[in-house]
């Protein structure tokens, strides 16, 4: 009696499960599509589940847009399993936003492939990824020309939008910069001292606030701020770009 019972319960689960899977199946295409998409953007592995429900939904995965879409903080930055190498791979094709700035960053820094990388980074930047827009703002100052001004404009947006409340937006980024950073042995990177010769520093002559507290506060690359809150709009704008791009370089 229990094992009868105990099949019968099976079966309902079963059934059930194929009558949501048929249920889902019949939405239409686009709405699939944007449920995938959304899902993809907030959790990777919330789109791997996804991949399960149904065959529509495994079919619709692996589109061109869901990839393009798709959030990859749970990828590491620098993927040492083939399968995840070619996973980035396939985002990148796909014009998804954060692997277009991996891929730039380590053209760029680790293959020296710098123009190629520049390109990658670029168009990260163009779709709004903060990482991108702050390090190719500091590539363009430091490769100068008529490009110096457009990566100090471009720099400047990302460390207005940062300071635009307190400190600590930027403090905590630019863990997220050191980080990576973390992964291309720094100290010796080639690419990385051929920009430190190009780079050619703007000193602010002012004698402003920002510079004074800076001075007093900075601990290092990270770690300067903690107690202290800038206005960006009374700050001196020249000296906050400049200090950035020479504590990249460190």
Same mark, same amino acid.
């Given at each position: 009696?229990?094992?009868? !019972?105990? /099949?019968?319960?099976? @079966?309902?689960? =079963?059934?059930?499960?194929? +009558?949501?899977?048929?249920?889902?199946? #019949? %939405?239409?295409?686009?709405?699939?599509?944007?449920?995938?998409?959304?899902?993809?953007?907030?959790?990777?592995?919330?789109?791997?589940? !996804?991949? /399960?429900?149904?065959? @529509?939904?495994? =079919?619709?995965?692996?589109? +061109?847009?869901?990839?393009?879409?798709? #959030? %990859?903080?749970?990828?590491?930055?620098?993927?040492?399993?083939?399968?995840?190498?070619?996973?980035?791979?396939?985002?990148?094709?796909?014009?998804?936003?954060?692997?277009?700035?991996?891929?730039?960053?380590?053209?760029?820094?680790?293959?020296?492939?710098?123009?190629?990388?520049?390109?990658?980074?670029?168009?990260?930047?163009?779709?709004?990824?903060?990482?991108?827009?702050?390090?190719?703002?500091?590539?363009?100052?430091?490769?100068?020309?008529?490009?110096?001004?457009?990566?100090?404009?471009?720099?400047?947006?990302?460390?207005?939008?940062?300071?635009?409340?307190?400190?600590?937006?930027?403090?905590?980024?630019?863990?997220?910069?050191?980080?990576?950073?973390?992964?291309?042995?720094?100290?010796?990177?080639?690419?990385?001292?051929?920009?430190?010769?190009?780079?050619?520093?703007?000193?602010?002559?002012?004698?402003?606030?920002?510079?004074?507290?800076?001075?007093?506060?900075?601990?290092?690359?990270?770690?300067?701020?903690?107690?202290?809150?800038?206005?960006?709009?009374?700050?001196?704008?020249?000296?906050?770009?400049?200090?950035?791009?020479?504590?990249?370089?460190?």
């Amino acid at each position: 009696m229990v094992v009868s !019972l105990s /099949l019968h319960a099976s @079966s309902s689960i =079963r059934k059930s499960k194929t +009558k949501a899977s048929l249920c889902l199946d #019949s %939405l239409p295409e686009d709405l699939l599509v944007e449920i995938s998409s959304c899902t993809g953007a907030s959790s990777l592995s919330a789109v791997r589940n !996804l991949r /399960l429900v149904s065959k @529509s939904f495994r =079919r619709i995965c692996d589109e +061109k847009y869901v990839f393009y879409r798709l #959030s %990859l903080k749970e990828i590491e930055f620098l993927p040492w399993h083939e399968n995840s190498a070619k996973f980035i791979e396939r985002c990148t094709e796909s014009r998804n936003p954060e692997a277009l700035f991996q891929k730039g960053f380590i053209n760029y820094f680790r293959d020296k492939l710098q123009d190629r990388g520049l390109e990658y980074l670029a168009e990260a930047a163009e779709k709004g990824i903060k990482e991108a827009k702050y390090v190719y703002g500091v590539i363009l100052i430091c490769l100068g020309g008529k490009t110096k001004q457009k990566g100090f404009e471009i720099l400047s947006s990302v460390i207005k939008q940062l300071m635009s409340t307190t400190m600590n937006e930027l403090v905590e980024f630019r863990y997220k910069i050191q980080k990576i950073r973390y992964g291309f042995w720094w100290s010796d990177n080639t690419v990385v001292e051929q920009l430190k010769t190009a780079y050619v520093s703007e000193k602010c002559k002012c004698d402003c606030k920002t510079r004074m507290l800076l001075l007093v506060m900075n601990r290092g690359w990270y770690l300067f701020g903690d107690e202290t809150d800038l206005d960006f709009s009374s700050a001196c704008e020249l000296y906050l770009v400049h200090h950035e791009v020479e504590l990249f370089l460190r």
